[in-house]
RNA sequence: GGCUCCGUAGCCAAGUGGCUAAGGCAGCGGAUUGCAAAUCCGCCAUGCGUGGGUUCAACUCCCACCGGAGCCUCCA
């Protein structure tokens, strides 16, 4: 089967071919983490999560790294180049509040002016979410997920090589620059030129700032600075590493390459961040290329509106599953089924009405599931994805640039009619499954989450015996009280069931 | 100002230079049910932002316009 890709360096779908025959290299830029997760990032790694997966269940052996910023970078570092504030600075603060509003457990962090501990805090945190959502990298920490405060050593190492090669300089302020203009091919990525860069930006650019470069694009690579609050000794003086050298760096480091098959992100990382990657790296190797794809999710949307932390209209993960953002809990299943459930290059609007229309998919997927489970004993057929139809025509979406809506299309086709043989069936199940990874965190506990479920079995022994006196007023007002609850209510044959409501 | 992208039924959302424009949700009709829910069957865009153009043929290509979004600035 031919996979193609949409690839941001060349804005085309290409054939995609792993530079090693089975086997994948794939860095994803992971979150910083002085904050907990939003849906935002999320939709970002759950794309990745899922052409992880697609991959793999074309049969590659798929090497996914995904890094962890915590390095307390400033909140200004893209653009000037370390202005602003310390986020993890930022991060205290906020913790501190959170402390005392009860957002977060007094015990969690024993001193929020330690850096480590609260980038610990929130790394753990963001390993949590990814876990209940089924993102597989989070279960490979630590030797898929690495921490930038762990490859200082290897970033001054490339900045000393970048130095030595004439890419990088240190400017009249002392800071250490990657110079632009040694490297011309800057702006591919992006669809940027360096002239573009240095005329445009409709003066935005901080003229204060620009004194000691030598081009205004020109970027960080370290910054002296003795007064930060996370800082490594250096050649260059005490400081920390520019905010885009993590990348280089551990990308090459853990996935034992220089020059990777793939690398995601957000759409917001193209510029400078990307660009900035392919730069320093392809400088640092002197090779052509860095990473021969690259592919980046489009924005979430939240009712049509981004969503900034700017703005604060956004929600974190924890936000969404707890109910606090809709009114209602909403199991984790129906969370990733709505993050990956569009197109990764359009943009997904996150609504109520979707997490809804989620919620009433991955019901039907799970109930047939175990259906299909019982009925089988739990043993199914092995499905051979290249030949089975179902599995071969999802699959065969998924390998053009991931079409979910067509893959879709194709497992609720499939639920409807999901043939005779239920141990084959549940093959299929399983195999879909791989990529979709709902029934893998839906399986099994969509019951037992439930801290009402007492009440709710007394109120369905009282629907029955209601109805098995033709009580039927009483049976619809216990009917009613279990909707309230937020329960879907079904009467059969062999009595009455409630489930709690997936979102 | 520069650079991307999008505009398909009430909503979400695929798709193709030419058979009857996927799928989901909602809605409607039916089976089932004490009534529901769930399930199953059936129906549901003569049209794909607007106006031109190319073509035997366009929703699909080109141009213009209108509307929307993103990046260039913390951000996935």
Redesign the pocket.
């Known amino acids: 089967m031919e996979i193609r890709l949409y690839n941001t360096l060349t ?1 085309q779908v290409e054939r995609f071919e792993p530079l090693t025959a089975g086997r994948v290299k794939m860095y994803s ?4 983490v002085y ?1 907990f ?9 759950l794309f990745a999560d899922l052409l992880r997966r697609f991959l793999e269940a074309s049969g590659l052996d798929v090497w996914h790294v995904m890094n962890i ?1 915590d390095v307390g ?8 180049d370390g202005t ?1 504030e310390d ?1 993890m600075q930022v991060a205290a603060r906020r913790l501190k509040e959170d402390k005392k509003s009860g957002k977060v457990d007094e015990g969690a962090v024993a001193n929020p002016d330690d850096p480590y501990e609260v980038a610990n805090y929130f790394m753990h945190a963001f390993l949590d979410d990814g876990r209940k959502l089924g993102l597989k990298v989070a279960s490979e920490y630590p030797h898929r997920v690495p921490k930038a405060t762990q490859f200082i050593p290897e970033m001054q190492q490339m900045i000393a090589t970048l130095i030595a090669r004439k890419h990088a300089y240190v400017g009249s302020d002392g800071v250490v620059y990657f110079s632009v203009e040694s490297f011309p091919s800057y702006g591919q990525l ?4 360096l002239e ?2 240095r ?4 003066g ?2 901080d003229i204060d700032n620009q004194s000691c470069k030598r081009h205004p ?1 020109d970027f960080m690579l370290w910054k002296p600075d003795p007064k930060h609050i996370m800082k490594w000794d250096s050649p260059w003086g005490a400081g920390y590493p520019g ?1 885009h050298i993590e990348c280089s760096t551990m990308s090459m480091r853990v996935l034992e390459t220089d020059v990777l098959d793939i690398h ?10 990307h660009e900035c990657e392919i730069a320093q790296s392809c400088g640092a190797t002197g090779n052509e290329l860095f990473s021969r794809f690259w592919m ?7 009712e ?7 703005k604060g209209n ?1 929600f974190t993960v924890r936000d969404i599953l707890s109910g606090k953002a809709t009114g209602t809990p909403v199991h984790p299943a129906v969370l990733r089924m709505e993050l990956i ?3 990764y ?5 996150f ?1 109520t ?2 997490l ?3 919620a ?2 991955v ?2 997927l799970t ?1 047939l599931g175990q259906r299909l489970r019982d009925a089988c004993g739990g043993v199914p057929k092995k499905i051979d994805r290249a030949d089975h139809p179902v599995t071969k025509a999802f699959m065969g ?1 998924l390998a ?2 991931l ?4 893959a ?6 499939w ?3 999901p043939g005779e043989d239920p141990a084959e069936a549940y093959g299929v199940l399983l195999a879909l499954d791989q990529v979709l990874g709902i029934w893998e965190i839906a399986a099994n506990d969509c019951q037992a989450r439930d801290p009402e479920g007492d009440i709710a079995a007394s109120l369905c022994a009282m ?1 029955d015996e ?2 098995r006196a ?1 009580d ?2 009483a ?2 007002a216990h ?1 009613q009280r279990l909707i309230q609850l937020g329960y ?5 044959s062999d009595g ?1 069931s409630a489930k709690k409501k997936l979102a």
């Open positions: 804005n830029c992971g979150p910083t904050d997760a939003h849906v935002g990032n999320f939709r970002s790694f910023t970078h400033m909140t200004d570092d893209a653009v000037a602003g986020k992006s669809g940027n030129t573009a860069l005329v445009g930006a409709g935005r650019i694009a905010w995601t992100g957000g759409e917001d990382l193209i510029f400078p961040h980046h999710a489009r924005f979430l949307l939240v049509g509106e981004k969503m900034s932390k700017r956004f459930k569009s197109h290059r359009a943009h997904s609007n609504t009405k979707g809804t229309d989620s009433n998919t019901r039907r109930e979406a053009n640039d079409n979910v809506s067509e879709m299309a194709v497992v609720h086709a639920i409807s009619s629907i209601a109805r033709r039927f007023s049976a619809d009917r879907e209510v079904r009467s059969s009455t």
